[in-house]
């Protein structure tokens, strides 16, 4: 996908009503074509979430987080340093931890997602170091049991795991123009907007009888997350929703 494709699937999604769009990764902030693309959103008068892990943050995505269309969201799993950089698997604390200070003092709200990984984290403590920052906004998640969990190595799909809602009206696009009904589920292709519009491939049959069997594996298997307000399936912020967006779900990516 390259940068005129990202934009047309912007404009497909606009003229659908689709009022917010996500960016997340990987890191979405590394993305050549991500800033364009970010101010192609707003353009467009459509509000916009940046999941980022604040770790390299420019003064141009700063300057895009104060837009009062764009919601900032991340994910922070520990007050302590040692135990968050275990966690990532890379010596990111002190910059998320910094950036999310440095987004407080521009004016910025936060989302800042707690994302559980066992019994050992210091949850209770990082959520109290967050609220003394002055983060209003904190969700708390459980890791999800899809591809590479920061937590440890690959973990097998397991669609019990999702919140059920995948699929309505909201859905992912990955990077080679694949949409599936969920970011945590790019093994369940339902077509590809190189091929297909988007509103033939969200009103398909494909994803009707996919979102039928992510239904049934929910019912099936249930979903124990924990309950902080918001709602369960997706990174970010939607409102009674589990899906990207803004602003109020718990359930959010591993890094």
């Not at 190189?194 to 398909?204: E, F, H, K, M, N």
């Amino acid at each position: 996908m390259g940068r005129e494709d990202w934009m047309g699937v912007v404009d497909q999604a606009a003229e659908r009503g689709i009022a917010r769009i996500q960016l997340i990764g990987g890191e979405p902030t590394l993305h050549p074509d991500a800033i364009p693309l970010a101010r192609y959103i707003l353009g467009r008068g459509m509000q916009l979430e940046v999941f980022t892990n604040l770790v390299y943050i420019t003064e141009e995505w700063w300057e895009i987080f104060q837009d009062k269309g764009v919601t900032l969201a991340t994910s922070y799993y520990s007050d302590e340093a040692d135990q968050h950089n275990t966690i990532t698997q890379r010596s990111s604390h002190r910059h998320t931890r910094g950036n999310i200070a440095k987004a407080l003092a521009l004016g910025i709200e936060p989302v800042v997602s707690i994302i559980v990984c066992d019994d050992m984290q210091r949850v209770r403590e990082t959520r109290a170091e967050l609220a003394l920052l002055g983060v209003k906004r904190i969700k708390i998640d459980r890791v999800r049991p899809f591809g590479r969990a920061v937590c440890g190595g690959d973990q097998k799909a397991d669609l019990s795991g999702l919140c059920g809602r995948c699929g309505t009206d909201r859905a992912a696009v990955g990077p080679d123009g694949t949409v599936t009904p969920c970011v945590f589920t790019p093994f369940l292709g339902v077509g590809n907007i190189a091929d297909v519009s988007l509103d033939r491939i969200l009103d398909g049959p494909v994803m009707g009888a996919t979102k039928g069997l992510i239904r049934e594996s929910v019912r099936d298997g249930g979903d124990d997350g924990e309950d902080d307000g918001g709602n369960k399936c997706n990174p970010g912020t939607v409102p009674e929703e589990c899906s990207p967006g803004h602003p109020g779900t718990e359930c959010s990516p591993r890094n």
